[in-house]
């Protein structure tokens, strides 16, 4: 039996890049935010590059705590869609350039805390999924600035799954 | 418009953040704020339907929250959310102005209670809702 030869590294990388730009291309509000993301393999990283009309206080200066919760909220999403999409486009189910992609879930609930206020930097934020059904996911996802350890913010929000 | 009026929506004006997203102050009293954003096509969350994203209606409301702590009649010299828990009810209707309303309704020495409501044109059904604890700074005795 003959094993079928691995793909060439660059045919992979360009499929997953197309996939997670088309993802989140399909959100105007995330090119508003000015946020994008990083990917290592299948794993994400939400970047939120300090921009002036980031800010809430200027006094202090610190970030816009709607900012920072609409950041946290599109990092969240992001990693939903993304990590049900991974599993489709690596088996060939989905292909990145096809006309219909998934419909993105619905955020039912969102509940951040601010741990610590935002300076103005960059900020990260990584998600995790805790629990995806066929109709309810929840996530978490927690955001920092110069210091991983310490998070300037987290959440969790519980989402309506598309229908398959 | 009232002096207070005119103040408040000078403060709106000088946050950049509520500034870009196109925040006006509507109302406010002891306590209680509103305040709007008008449709903007930036800030769709899905381009299928036209819907405004989450993200944008959580800083409006924030935005409103922490309004209503600012007027509450201690006079808070300044406040920073600590938490807020939104429920999204329905998608908001795609080409209309939102409008959050928030009730400081309690506040203690350190903390401030917020509940808020967001509403497109129909008011009977409101998109979301929300509840917050911010942190109260008292002015100097």
Request: glycine share 6%.
């Amino acid at each position: 039996m003959t094993r079928k030869p691995p793909e060439p590294i660059e045919v992979v990388k360009s499929r997953r890049e197309a996939a997670l730009a088309r993802l989140v291309a399909g959100v105007p509000y995330i090119g508003f935010l000015g946020a994008g993301f990083d990917r290592r393999g299948d794993e994400l990283t939400a970047v939120l590059p300090f921009h002036p009309s980031l800010i809430g206080n200027p006094a202090i200066p610190a970030l816009h705590g709607g900012a920072t919760a609409a950041f946290l909220e599109v990092a969240a999403i992001i990693e939903l869609a993304w990590s049900s999409l991974w599993q489709d486009m690596e088996e060939g189910r989905i292909d990145p350039a096809a006309e219909t992609f998934p419909a993105l879930p619905k955020t039912i609930t969102f509940t951040v805390d601010y741990l610590r206020s935002g300076l103005p930097r960059d900020a990260y934020a990584r998600a995790m999924v805790t629990r995806r059904g066929r109709r309810f996911a929840t996530v978490q996802v927690e955001a920092w600035q110069d210091n991983r350890a310490k998070p300037f913010a987290q959440a969790t929000a519980h989402f309506l799954m598309p229908e398959p | 418009m009232t002096d207070k009026m005119t103040q408040a929506q000078a403060m709106m004006q000088s946050l950049p953040h509520a500034r870009s997203l196109g925040m006006i102050v509507t109302a406010m009293s002891a306590g209680q704020a509103t305040i709007t954003m008008p449709y903007d096509p930036r800030l769709i969350g899905d381009p299928a339907t036209g819907v405004l994203h989450g993200g944008a209606i959580s800083a409006l409301m924030d935005t409103a929250s922490g309004a209503a702590v600012m007027c509450h009649p201690s006079a808070p010299a300044a406040t920073a959310t600590l938490d807020l828990r939104i429920d999204y009810m329905r998608p908001a209707t795609p080409g209309q102005a939102i409008t959050a309303r928030a009730v400081c309704h309690h506040v203690t020495r350190t903390v401030a209670f917020v509940r808020v409501t967001a509403t497109d044109a129909d008011e009977s059904r409101p998109v979301a809702m929300g509840t917050g604890t911010f942190t109260l700074e008292r002015p100097p005795a």
